[in-house]
């Protein structure tokens, strides 16, 4: 029996045909044969299911050529129910902070020049006026992320002596980041104290000695300890540190800015509580809750912000302009809560009624043949751990893994669940404004499920 591989067009026969000539106007020339390539590569693993005739084949490598020419970083749906999904973008973008990114990518700006005086100036000082405003620090600098942020600190206050934390505080977050390894890059030496459960003032006041550089205190924002536990607060270690002179870290994280006990997310420190608490640094994220893009902040004294610019680890972990223009844009709409909690999405996500979860829930249903089930959503990024968020749900029939490979192949793909043995798709991750897309979406995925 002969090998059907052997009947297979050549490149440069599939390449000379009129289908696939129409197919160069649509990409560079050198994509094209690549998807060629691409096409005749995969019918020879599989010659079963070979394309026949010139229109066959125009049809494979043009889906080749789409693969090919389909960015790597692209939108998706998030119906997971984890409002923050680190794995999908953390927050996204509230409109004004969109805009705000289209009008300073579309030309120059003062990145870093200052108009008033016709002289060079510093990108440091953007957000720093809302940022100070909003939670009562003296000063503040926004840096790439807060792991960045957590490194600054270190290295410009403690870089070659003892840092203090308590055995409990020594956490990992996801990608393998773990407190001591930053401590560790920062040139700070880490010193434990405590014991993994219950950790006292007085703990770092036995450990404070000449060699002492910091007190840091890490927000454990990916998991709570229960039971019998004991842990010096902020307020606890404040007046420590100034009886010994010492600067007080706390790596906050979630980026809070506003209290969310009126929606039932309660537990979690804002970052105003912190700075009255008297951190001399605090540390937090921009992309996490408080809805922004991804950056670093840091607040605090002013003396300890100014020594943190003057290092040169700053110039290495500086943001660029768009980053600016998005925080700046995002701060703003906290100046009023109510409108921070409407219009940055993922405080809107989070606080939304779950009766109106279901009513989409149910509209969506109404489109995509799937019923509505009761679901727990959660908040992610690393915040409100334990937190439990009820949510409405589209189970989608059929067979749960060939469906969930089916939304997540989808354009825009579709990122869900599998529970219970059913495709779980959970609308409160699902900003309401991208109902339409999202249905329209979905139905054309399972088409011919």
Known sequence: ?????????????????????????????????????????????????????????????????????????????????????????????????????????????????????????????????????????????????????????????????????????????????????????????????????????????????????????????????????????????????????????????SGLMISLDAYGLAGEPTASDSVRAGATLTMMSGDKLLGGPQAGIMLGTAAAIAAARRNPLARALRVDKLTLAALEATLTLYRDPATAVRTIPALAMLTAPVARIRERAQVAARRIAAEVIESEATVGGGAFPTARIPSAALAIGGDAETMERRLRAGDPAVIGRIADGRCILDLRSVPESDDAAFIETVTRALAFA
Do not use: Q
């Open 1 to 253: 029996m002969s090998d059907p591989r052997r009947d297979l067009p050549s490149v440069s026969t599939l390449l000379e045909s009129a289908a696939v000539g129409r197919l160069m106007a649509l990409a560079p020339r050198a994509v094209v044969v690549d998807a060629v390539r691409d096409a005749v590569a995969r019918a020879r693993t599989n010659p079963g299911a070979a394309p026949h005739g010139e229109d066959e084949w125009a049809e494979a490598i043009g889906d080749a050529l789409a693969v090919r020419s389909r960015p790597s970083l692209r939108p998706v749906f998030n119906a997971t129910g984890v409002v923050l999904h680190t794995n999908l973008g953390r927050a996204p973008l509230a409109r004004a902070a969109i805009d705000a990114i289209a009008a300073t990518a579309a030309g120059y700006t003062n990145l870093e020049y200052d108009i008033e005086r016709g002289a060079r100036g510093s990108r440091y000082t953007h957000c720093v006026s809302l940022l100070t405003e909003l939670t009562g620090a003296e000063d503040a600098i926004v840096v790439n992320n807060c792991a960045s942020a957590l490194v600054l600190a270190l290295n410009t206050l403690a870089d070659g002596k003892a840092t203090i934390v308590s055995r409990g505080e020594l956490i990992e977050i996801g990608g393998s980041f773990r407190v001591p390894d930053i401590m560790a890059k920062s040139g700070a030496r880490l010193v434990e104290v405590g014991t993994t459960n219950r950790t006292h003032r007085g703990d770092y006041a036995a450990t404070i000695g000449p060699e002492t550089g910091a007190l840091l205190k890490v927000h454990r924002s990916n998991f709570a300890i229960d039971g019998f536990v004991s842990e010096a607060s902020l307020a606890d270690l404040a007046p420590l540190a100034e009886e010994h002179e010492l600067p007080l870290l706390h790596d906050f994280g």
